[in-house]
C-alpha cells in the first residue's frame, strides 16, 4: 500500500464526509466545558443552556437520533448515572429519561457500554456499531462518541446515534468513485457500505481487510484506514471469481 494508492484517496475522501459528525461533538463537548461552574458542584440547573442547544440543533440535524452529553459517575448532582441527551421521533424532539436504579432488572448501564469506555480509557473519536439500540431509539445506529476532558479529569462523554443510512449514503457517494468493488469496514469486522452486492451492511467479514494476492480468498488488493479517527478502513477488492472472496459472516 503506497501513500496515493486508490484506498489512500478513498479513505481521505471518506473522512471528509463524516468529519462534521465528530465537529459537532466537538461542539456540544465545549458547551458542557461552559457550563461548569467556577468553583460549585455540577448540578442539573448548570445544563439548561445546553438543554436549549440539543433540542434546537436536533430539529436541524436529521443525519442523527439523538445527541447530548453523558456524565461519568458523580461528576453531576453526585448521581453515578446523569444524561443530558435529546432525541428526536419523527418531528418531535424530547429529553430521552432512562432507567438508572442500578437494582432495577431494566437499569440502563451505560458505564459498561464500549462507545462509553472506549472513550474513557482515552481513545480520541469513538464509532460504535450498528447495532438496534433497544435500550435508548430502538433504531438501527451508530453512536459515536468523544470523551469531554477538563484540567485532565474525564467527566463523561458527548455522544451522538447516527442514522445508519445516512452515514452509508455520505460513504456510498465516495465509494462510487471507484471503479472496482470497495467497502468499508468498522473495528468490528462489520460493514459499513460498499458500492457493490458483494456485501451488505451490518454483516461481518472473516477477518480485518488486508492487503494480499489473488491466491488468498480472504485478501484485498488495496486497504487503507480512514484518517477520521474511528479506526475504520476502506478496501479494495480483487474482481471476483468462481470462489466467493469474502462471504460474510452473521
Not at 486508490?6 to 466537538?26: F, K, M, Q, V
Not at 461528576?75 to 418531528?91: H, I, P, S, T
Not at 465516495?174 to 467497502?183: G, H, N, P
Request: hydrophobic letters at 40%; a negative charge; one cysteine or more.
Amino acid at each position: 500500500m503506497t501513500t496515493g494508492s486508490p484506498a489512500r484517496r478513498l479513505a481521505e475522501d471518506a473522512s471528509r464526509s463524516l468529519e462534521p459528525i465528530y465537529e459537532l461533538l466537538g461542539q456540544i463537548a465545549d458547551e458542557v466545558l461552559r457550563c461548569l461552574p467556577p468553583r460549585a458542584t455540577l448540578s442539573e440547573a448548570h445544563f439548561s443552556t445546553l438543554h436549549r442547544s440539543l433540542a434546537e440543533r436536533l430539529q436541524r440535524e436529521h443525519a442523527v437520533w439523538g445527541m447530548g452529553f453523558i456524565a461519568a459517575p458523580f461528576v453531576v448532582d453526585g448521581l453515578e448515572r446523569y444524561m443530558a441527551w435529546w432525541q428526536r421521533n419523527n418531528d418531535r424532539v424530547a429529553r430521552l429519561r432512562l432507567n438508572f436504579d442500578p437494582t432495577s432488572i431494566d437499569v440502563y448501564d451505560y458505564l459498561q457500554m464500549d462507545w462509553y469506555q472506549l472513550a474513557k480509557r482515552g481513545q480520541a473519536r469513538v464509532a460504535y456499531g450498528p447495532y438496534v439500540d433497544y435500550s435508548g431509539s430502538d433504531m438501527y445506529t451508530i453512536t459515536a462518541t468523544i470523551p469531554v476532558v477538563a484540567d485532565g479529569t474525564f467527566l463523561g462523554v458527548a455522544g451522538a446515534d447516527l442514522v445508519v443510512g445516512e452515514v452509508e449514503r455520505k460513504l456510498l457517494e465516495v465509494l462510487r468513485q471507484a471503479d472496482e468493488d470497495a467497502v468499508v469496514v468498522n473495528t468490528e469486522r462489520r460493514v459499513i457500505a460498499a458500492n457493490t452486492p458483494r456485501w451488505f451492511v451490518g454483516s461481518r467479514l472473516p477477518a480485518m481487510p488486508a492487503v494480499g494476492s489473488t491466491a488468498d480468498p480472504s485478501s484485498f488488493r488495496d486497504v487503507a484506514e480512514m484518517p477520521l479517527g474511528t479506526g475504520w478502513v476502506v478496501a479494495i477488492a480483487w474482481p471476483e471469481n468462481d470462489t466467493d472472496r469474502s462471504r460474510p459472516q452473521a
